[in-house]
């Protein structure tokens, strides 16, 4: 069954520290894998997209890395900000599926504390 | 531009009670999607439009729940009836072309809450 495990479920950090989400995925073969932000209260806002043959896509103090051999994602955000507190939601796009088969992850909630 | 527009931004109904979530995608965007999301669940797809024409609807829980995209700047979520187990947030969402590597915009959300 195509899964996406995410780890920790959430995770407390001080504010200036960096810190990395895990996405485990069980999907194969697959197109892409999204990384979305959601803060509390508002739709989750996209962050980075990679195709199965990238290995690293920044967006300002975010980095995603994909390693496709062992089915594993990772976010990393770099000097935190109260900012970032918020859900990280992983989501896989099965190859040759369409939206109907995007798998979600449950996300890491994230709390910046000053 | 303002983004994905969603109405109401929270409901409160009766059990029993007819519901509908209103949205309006990104001028110009082709797709748009209906998503639910509750705590144990999370992110679910229900439907997804292109060019006002629903492409699949496999997520819509059943029956009661149904959707329409009468133009290219509106699209309605109809429940009826409403039950409890329907609490939860929606979310619209649109994207330029529909393609699974686009990246789609979501709305705010419209929390229902069915009493």
């Known amino acids: 069954k195509n899964q996406v495990e995410q780890s920790p479920q959430s995770l407390i950090i001080l504010e200036g520290k960096n810190c990395t989400l895990q996405c485990n995925y069980t999907v194969s073969p697959f197109s892409n894998l999204r990384w979305y932000k959601q803060d509390t209260g508002r739709g989750p806002v996209s962050l980075t997209i990679?195709?199965?043959?990238?290995n690293t896509k920044s967006n300002g103090r975010y980095t995603a890395t994909l390693d496709a051999d062992t089915k594993q994602s990772s976010l990393h955000i770099t000097a935190s900000q109260l900012s970032d507190s918020a859900s990280y939601i992983c989501?896989?796009?099965?190859f040759g599926g369409g939206y109907n088969k995007l798998i979600f992850g449950a996300g890491t909630r994230l709390a910046v504390h000053p | 531009d303002a983004g994905v527009i969603q109405s109401p931004r929270h409901e409160v109904t009766e059990m029993g009670q007819e519901v509908t979530l209103r949205c309006k995608p990104i001028?110009?965007?082709?797709?748009l999607f209906w998503y639910r999301q509750t705590m144990m669940r999370g992110l679910e797809l229900l439907i997804y439009f292109n060019n006002n024409v629903p492409i699949d609807d496999s997520g819509m829980p059943e029956d009661r729940f149904s959707a329409k995209m009468p133009n290219a700047s509106f699209s309605t979520l109809k429940i009826q009836p409403s039950e409890p187990r329907d609490s939860a947030v929606y979310f619209c969402?649109?994207?330029?072309?529909?393609?699974?590597?686009?990246?789609?915009?979501f709305g705010p959300g419209t929390r229902l809450l069915v009493l």
């Open positions: 969402a649109s994207s330029n072309t529909g393609t699974s590597s686009e990246t789609q915009y």
């Open positions: 989501v896989v796009s099965p």
């Open positions: 990679m195709t199965f043959s990238e």
């Open positions: 001028s110009g965007h082709n797709s």
